[in-house]
Structures are given as structure tokens and as C-alpha cells.
């Protein structure tokens, strides 16, 4: 059989609702004690009926400081719960018992607040706890009438409600009996099966509201990724029909940049005496090999073809990389800090393409840090994804928001002697590769790009 089975925080909040209630409830049984006794004067026996009123009182407020203090400052186990649970039906079974004794017995129609009393309870309690509080209430009730009608016990009469007769009838006990056994369990089974359905449908709701969640987190991933695809699409045809009209530009002028920069020097070594003539050539020939360049880039640009992939280790590549810069100049104020596990699988790749790359983010860190700074080069490989992911973090200036979305335009730079091309390039070599090309940064907070590479 199926039990609903509340939460530890719903079935402590519950508990402390239900000590709410016991407040309204002693209010309403002084309030109809007085008007019975007013209205239509019934007489019961007050002592007996204030004893207990005072004794519900004391653990109620002992139930109240339960929640109030010790359940404010440890958290309450399932256990602990449930004991407390079957506490307070337990206590409130005595307590009707009790006091419908004192009030007439079972001629008093009060004894059919049990049943109230068992909704209650269904509420609180789970599985066969509520059975055996239905059950024990009822033989309560039973002991109650055997030796109140054997004489064991006094029985006390509300003198005005009911005729004296009805107490010796034996018909009227045992109807009473069966139909207070019959309704008990009834009402127990049917608060079940209502909380059984709740829970169920709650579950469903519940089971529901987290597939569309996760739905709509798989559509807006798609949506990004149909986004990214839309934007790379955009950028392999920019980059394509900027490759043709490159290739034919720079084709167009390095012929007589060339011729410029031979005439440049034929003057300057004609005129060495002459040192105005001298610094105006220097400049010439300095910015006439600026473009040539400005024009190398373009060609490199254009020629980028299909990688010629072999099976290699990336590490060593990457390492290769690093020994030709390490020493240089440049990296003299530069920490340069490589993490790379003790396993990484071989995969494809074009050696000198990626090799590149690599020499493009390692310079591009390098120029973000004129003043000295750290680069951390760190390789991991997923598994799960089957991805490899070479990871250059620096902590230089950073790339401001709006920039980010133009670092991979080629021509577009933000150095006064770059070409924006070498962004570019990467991007192509690493797409070229079936991998990506991350970047992530912000304004003076240095930067992190993320080469990813599939395994095959």
C-alpha cells in the first residue's frame, strides 16, 4: 500500500499549525460550556472540566516552546517528528476522552469530535501511525462505556441534555459503538486516499514544472547555440568574400611596395652625408615596411587552407611554443606558469597551424601586459565531453564589453602597430579543426581565451 509521506519542514510546519489550533479550541469549548450552561441550563461538572482544560493549556504551551526555542536552534530529525506527532494526537485522544467522560459519556454527541480530531490527524501523521491512533481511540471509548455501565466507574449525566433511560439501554451502547468504530475508520481511510491523490498530483505537478524547467533550459541552449552558429556562419562567409578581395589587394600592392622600399634604400645610401635626407628615408622605409606587413597579414589571411591534421601530443607543441618566447625580452616582467596533467590523449591537428595559434594568444597576452604580469597556461582534458581545452589566462587590461563582440573582425584592433588580423587567422585554424575559439573577460581584469579541440 502507497503512504503519503510529507517532508521533514512541511510536517513541522503542520505540527506548529495544529498548536495554533488548540488555542481556538480551548476558547471554543469555554465558549460553549457557557452557553450551554446560559442557554439552555445544562449542568456538567466544572472542576473536572477546568482540570482538564488547564492540563491541555500546560502541554499545548510545551508543544509551543518545543517549536518556538528548541526547533528554532536544532533542526528536527524525521524521527523526532513523528514521535512529537503521535504526542500531541495522543494527548488530545486522552484529553476528548476525558472530558466527554465528564460531560455526559456517550449520550454526549461531543464524543463525534474524535472524528474531527482523526481528519486532524491524517493531516499530521503518515502511514499506519494514523490506524493505530483510530483504533486506539476507539478502544478507549469502548473501556470508557464498559466501566462507566459496570459500575467501575461513576458515570456522570448532563442533567437537561438527554433522558436517564437512554444509559440502559443495551441497543443504544452497542449502536453507538459501532457507528463511532465505523465512522472512525471511514474517515481515517478517506483522509488517506485524499492525501494519497493530493500527493500524487502534487508529485506530477511537481515532476511536470521540473521537465519544463529543463526544457526550457535545453531551448534556450539551442537558442544560443543556433545564435552562435548564425554568427560563425556570418563570419566564415565576411571572412570569406574579405579573403578574395585581400588576396587580390595585397597581390596588387606589393609590387610596388617593394619597388618603394629598394628606391628608399638606393636614396639613402646615395645621400649619407645629408642627414635630413637621411631621417625623411628612415621614415620611408619604416612605414613602407610597416605596410608590406600590413600586407603579409593579408596574404596569411587569405591562404588559410584545410589543416593537414596528423596524430600528435599538443603538449609538445605547446611547449615548443613557449621556448621560443620564454627567453625573449618582452617576457622579462612576465610570470609564465604552465599546468598540464600527467595524461592527455594524442589528437588531430595541423602542428604548424596550431603552433600559430598558439604564438598569437601567448604575444597577445603579452602586449596586454606592458607593466609586467602573470600568464598561466593550463591544458585539461574532458572526458565526458571529449574535448581538450588549452587555456591561456593573463592578467593584463582586459577587453572591454563591446570590444569583445569585434576581437575576431578582422582589421579591427586596438593596438596602435597590429594589423586585427591575427584574431582572425586563430579563429579560422581553430573552426578549421572542428573546435572553438572562447574568450572571457572584462575591463581591467585581465583575460581568459580557451582553445577547444575535439578528441577523436
Same mark, same amino acid.
Given at each position: 500500500?502507497?503512504?503519503?509521506k ?5 510536517l513541522?510546519?503542520r ?22 450552561m446560559? &442557554?439552555?441550563?445544562?449542568k ?10 488547564v ?6 504551551c ?9 526547533f528554532?536552534?536544532h ?20 484529553? #476528548?476522552?476525558?472530558?466527554v ?6 449520550e ?17 501523521l503518515?502511514? #499506519?501511525?494514523?490506524?493505530?491512533? /483510530?483504533i ?25 441534555? /438527554?433522558?436517564r ?9 452497542? &449502536? ?6 465505523a ?5 481515517v ?6 492525501s ?23 531551448l ?6 543556433l ?10 562567409e ?11 589587394? &595585397? ?12 628606391? &628608399?634604400?638606393?636614396i639613402?645610401?646615395?645621400c649619407p ?20 606587413k600590413?600586407?603579409?597579414g ?18 609538445s ?6 621556448n ?13 606558469i604552465k599546468?598540464?596533467p ?28 606592458p607593466?609586467?604580469g ?9 572526458e ?40 582572425s587567422?586563430? #579563429? ?10 572562447i574568450?572571457q573577460s ?15
Amino acid at each position: 500500500m502507497f503512504f503519503y509521506k510529507p517532508s521533514e519542514g512541511e510536517l513541522q510546519a503542520r505540527l506548529g499549525w495544529f498548536v495554533q489550533l488548540r488555542w481556538v479550541f480551548l476558547l471554543v469549548l469555554t465558549l460553549l460550556i457557557f452557553f450551554a450552561m446560559k &442557554a439552555f441550563h445544562i449542568k456538567v461538572p466544572l472542576i473536572p472540566i477546568i482540570v482538564i482544560a488547564v492540563v491541555v493549556l500546560l502541554y499545548n504551551c510545551g508543544f509551543y516552546l518545543l517549536h518556538r526555542v528548541f526547533f528554532s536552534q536544532h533542526t528536527p530529525t524525521p524521527q523526532e517528528l513523528r514521535i512529537e506527532a503521535n504526542l500531541q494526537i495522543g494527548f488530545d485522544l486522552l484529553a #476528548l476522552v476525558f472530558l466527554v467522560y465528564f460531560s455526559g459519556g456517550i449520550e454526549n454527541p461531543f464524543i463525534y469530535f474524535a472524528v474531527f480530531h482523526m481528519i486532524m490527524g491524517s493531516i499530521l501523521l503518515t502511514g #499506519l501511525d494514523i490506524w493505530y491512533q /483510530a483504533i486506539v481511540s476507539i478502544l478507549l471509548v469502548c473501556i470508557l462505556i464498559v466501566l462507566s455501565w459496570s459500575g467501575i466507574i461513576s458515570h456522570y449525566r448532563m442533567e437537561g441534555f /438527554a433522558p436517564r433511560e437512554l444509559w440502559q439501554s443495551m441497543p443504544f451502547l452497542v &449502536a453507538v459503538i459501532t457507528s463511532f468504530a465505523a465512522t472512525m475508520l471511514i474517515t481515517v481511510y478517506m483522509t488517506n486516499s485524499i492525501s494519497r491523490s493530493l500527493h500524487r498530483r502534487g508529485k506530477d505537478l511537481f515532476d511536470l514544472t521540473l521537465q519544463l524547467e529543463k526544457k526550457s533550459i535545453q531551448l534556450e541552449e539551442a537558442n544560443q547555440e543556433l545564435i552562435r552558429q548564425q554568427n560563425l556562419l556570418i563570419q566564415s562567409e565576411k571572412l570569406a568574400s574579405l579573403g578574395n578581395l585581400s588576396a587580390g589587394i &595585397a597581390h596588387e600592392l606589393n609590387s610596388p611596395l617593394t619597388g618603394i622600399l629598394n628606391f &628608399a634604400h638606393f636614396i639613402k645610401e646615395g645621400c649619407p652625408d645629408q642627414e635630413q635626407v637621411q631621417n625623411d628615408i628612415d621614415i620611408v622605409i619604416r612605414e613602407t615596411e610597416r605596410c608590406k606587413k600590413i600586407i603579409k597579414g593579408l596574404l596569411d589571411f587569405a591562404r588559410q587552407s584545410q589543416p593537414e591534421k596528423k596524430c600528435d601530443d599538443i603538449t609538445s607543441v605547446l611547449n615548443k611554443t613557449v621556448n621560443l618566447v620564454v627567453h625573449h625580452k618582452d617576457f622579462r616582467n612576465i610570470e609564465l606558469i604552465k599546468h598540464a596533467p600527467g595524461y592527455l590523449p594524442k589528437i588531430l591537428f595541423d602542428a604548424d597551424q596550431i603552433q600559430q595559434v598558439f604564438m598569437n594568444l601567448i604575444v597577445n597576452a603579452q602586449q596586454a601586459m606592458p607593466d609586467g604580469g602573470r600568464l598561466e597556461i593550463s591544458t585539461t582534458y574532458h572526458e565526458e565531453k571529449r574535448v581538450l581545452d588549452i587555456v591561456f589566462e593573463d592578467t593584463g587590461c582586459g577587453i572591454g564589453e563591446g570590444e569583445l563582440q569585434k576581437i575576431f573582425d578582422p582589421f579591427y584592433t586596438t593596438k596602435d602597430m597590429g594589423t586585427g588580423l591575427g584574431l582572425s587567422i586563430s #579563429l579560422g585554424i581553430i573552426e578549421n579543426h572542428g573546435g572553438k575559439l572562447i574568450v572571457q573577460s572584462r575591463k581591467d581584469a585581465g583575460a581568459v581565451f580557451v582553445v577547444r579541440l575535439p578528441v577523436q
